[in-house]
């Protein structure tokens, strides 16, 4: 399996007063450009998913959205609970397990939590992850956490320049 992980784009600040639960929080005008240039890239290197699942919060949906306006072909982003912050890794995994070319949509610590226990086995060896941010971990048919390979990470500029 290809497991891309993409964390959601930069997102409106909470302490504006705007938003009094975090979970409505939308990106920024700079978070969609952050995402689109990174999907951008994402498209330049050929990468084409089967499934994209996402957290429930607003920012990570807006962020899923876009990435499937340009690299989701006919899928469309599936919430996924497990991606909200506090889900359990298990639930992600199961969530994924089976499947060809899978992208999630979701927040930090989470996410580099899930890469690292992904690739080796321990979610306190946590991936760095900035907004917009994308790793791809591969995991073979049959394979448990630890026994991924995280093949890149991409921060959001460098995805951007992806020729």
């Given at each position: ?33 952050e995402?689109?240039?990174?999907a ?50 298990s ?33 306190m ?10 790793c ?28």
């Amino acid at each position: 399996m290809e497991l891309y992980i993409v964390r959601h784009g930069d997102a409106a600040d909470r302490s504006a007063g705007r938003y009094l639960r975090d979970a409505d929080r939308p990106l920024t005008a700079t978070g969609e450009a952050e995402v689109l240039a990174a999907a951008g890239g994402l498209a330049r290197l050929g990468v084409a998913i089967d499934l994209l699942l996402t957290s429930p919060l607003v920012r990570a949906r807006q962020t899923a959205d876009l990435l499937a306006s340009v690299v989701g072909g006919s899928h469309q982003p599936e919430e996924c609970l497990a991606l909200a912050p506090g889900g359990e890794l298990s639930a992600v995994f199961h969530a994924i397990h089976g499947q060809q070319r899978v992208m999630v949509v979701g927040h930090n610590p989470s996410l580099g939590e899930l890469a690292g226990w992904l690739a080796f086995g321990d979610p306190m060896a946590t991936v760095p992850l900035r907004t917009a941010g994308i790793c791809r971990v591969d995991l073979a048919v049959g394979s448990t956490p630890g026994q991924g390979v995280l093949r890149w990470l991409l921060p959001p500029r460098l995805a951007a320049r992806l020729t």
